[in-house]
């Protein structure tokens, strides 16, 4: 008896039922419907009752091995808290697993909470855009053939320098494209600048997009021209795309104090990634600080064979603490986890973070699509990759010490417990 009052307290659905009007609608609207409503790509709206009844089944399942909402870390190392976390707590997946058991009840329609709206503004994770630039003309690529690698190139309309605040790529047809990095070419980069330009964002099946901390920006140039890397892929039949990028700024004559720059951490060399048939295996890459450093995202990159990746920092008195690990990776969603601002980690120069990635090359590995061959380094889906971006902002000494006294009154540990 006094086990089922502490479910009772912590999972109240487990005493008194839950129907989807009082217990599921609010779950589905704060973390579900930005995605799942009319006009999205997802395969069905969970809106209305009528919409969510007959994918009840699918729901439970998604949601019980925590597939869905799409939050791949493991929640009991590292950082706990983060501004764009849109995982289910405990007591959430159970009222929707009640739910389900129970036949999925709708409950009474005056329970339900006022609806959300969606509007084009919608389609962006990071709300609405000051400003839209998009390729200067469509892609089509052919229906059958191997893989496709190119450029593409737009024009921004800036009568003015503007400090980025957050900035999001799209493609038009996701079904042919595998990913894009973005480049700025600016019109008076300095002496050693690549003609090629510097890396701005990417495009990776299911990013949210850049969101940057307070008083942390990114520096867009008047006259600049984006470059887009792209690589398609052919679905058999002729496709065209597009891709577009959104920008929010910071208010005009605005400068943000901190710079954010966007670093990758890899194996090297890179062709030295190796997954024999019918392996796991881990491989390790390694980055030092060479200056003082405060981590404000972070994101893993494989493909399908990606199982988990973990970040650590290696200290200077040699003890070492998990950043982020996840360990359920999803090659359909490259999430950029962006790390709460009392909590984003702040590491003196010196540090080394240390990249551990992990490849499931067998048959339990379910988006497996070849268990018996081997795999290596390369930009195909049935090819590898392992590295994390990290989202890095540089400190001076005042700085970085300003920052550590900024939160001891807080009294905050890195998991925020």
């Given at each position: 008896m006094k086990l089922f009052r502490l479910l009772v307290l912590v999972f109240p659905a487990l005493a008194f039922g839950a129907d989807f009007s009082k217990d599921v609608a609010p779950i589905f609207e704060r973390a579900c419907q930005s995605c799942h409503h009319a006009g999205t790509s997802t395969p069905m709206s969970l809106v209305t009752y009528n919409d969510a009844r007959p994918w009840a089944k699918s729901i439970k399942e998604r949601v019980a091995l925590r597939d869905m909402p799409p939050w791949h870390l493991d929640k009991t190392v590292g950082i706990r808290h983060y501004k764009n976390d849109r995982s289910l707590t405990d007591a959430e997946i159970a009222t929707i697993v009640k739910w389900v058991d129970a036949g999925a009840p709708e409950g009474n329609k005056a329970d339900l909470p006022a609806p959300l709206t969606f509007t084009a503004d919608n389609v962006w994770y990071i709300g609405k855009p000051d400003l839209l630039a998009r390729t200067d003309k469509d892609f089509k690529m052919y229906a059958k053939g191997p893989d496709w690698w190119i450029d593409q190139y737009g024009d921004i309309a800036l009568t003015e320098d503007r400090w980025i605040k957050a900035m999001e790529v799209k493609p038009s047809n996701p079904k042919v494209v595998h990913h894009a990095?973005?480049?700025?070419?600016?019109?008076?980069?300095?002496?050693?600048?690549?003609?090629?330009?510097?890396?701005?964002?990417?495009?990776?099946?299911?990013?949210?997009?850049?969101?940057?901390?307070?008083?942390?920006?990114?520096?867009?140039?008047?006259?600049?021209?984006?470059?887009?890397?792209?690589?398609?892929?052919?679905?058999?039949?002729?496709?065209?795309?597009?891709?577009?990028?959104?920008?929010?700024?910071?208010?005009?004559?605005?400068?943000?104090?901190?710079?954010?720059?966007?670093?990758?951490?890899?194996?090297?060399?890179?062709?030295?990634?190796?997954?024999?048939?019918?392996?796991?295996?881990?491989?390790?890459?390694?980055?030092?600080?060479?200056?003082?450093?405060?981590?404000?995202?972070?994101?893993?990159?494989?493909?399908?064979?990606?199982?988990?990746?973990?970040?650590?920092?290696?200290?200077?008195?040699?003890?070492?603490?998990?950043?982020?690990?996840?360990?359920?990776?999803?090659?359909?969603?490259?999430?950029?986890?962006?790390?709460?601002?009392?909590?984003?980690?702040?590491?003196?120069?010196?540090?080394v973070l240390h990249m551990i990635g992990v490849h499931d090359n067998t048959a339990a590995n379910k988006r497996n699509p070849d268990p018996s061959a081997w795999v290596g380094f390369g930009e195909r889906s049935v090819d590898d990759m392992v590295q994390v971006w990290i989202n890095v902002v540089y400190l001076d000494d005042a700085e970085f010490k300003q920052a550590l006294e900024a939160r001891k009154p807080k009294l905050v540990t890195r998991s925020g417990i």
């Open positions: 990095v973005l480049y700025a070419i600016e019109p008076d980069a300095p002496a050693g600048t690549p003609e090629t330009g510097i890396q701005l964002t990417e495009f990776a099946v299911g990013k949210y997009g850049d969101i940057f901390n307070e008083n942390t920006g990114r520096l867009l140039k008047k006259g600049t021209r984006l470059r887009y890397d792209m690589h398609y892929f052919a679905i058999g039949s002729e496709q065209s795309n597009y891709m577009t990028v959104a920008f929010q700024f910071y208010p005009k004559g605005v400068v943000p104090k901190y710079q954010v720059r966007s670093i990758p951490i890899r194996n090297f060399p890179n062709d030295e990634l190796e997954i024999p048939p019918n392996s796991v295996v881990r491989t390790d890459g390694y980055y030092r600080l060479t200056r003082n450093a405060r981590i404000d995202a972070f994101q893993p990159h494989m493909h399908m064979r990606g199982k988990g990746m973990t970040l650590e920092a290696i200290k200077l008195d040699n003890t070492t603490e998990i950043l982020s690990s996840v360990d359920h990776f999803d090659f359909n969603w490259h999430i950029n986890y962006i790390y709460a601002d009392d909590v984003s980690p702040l590491l003196p120069a010196g540090t």
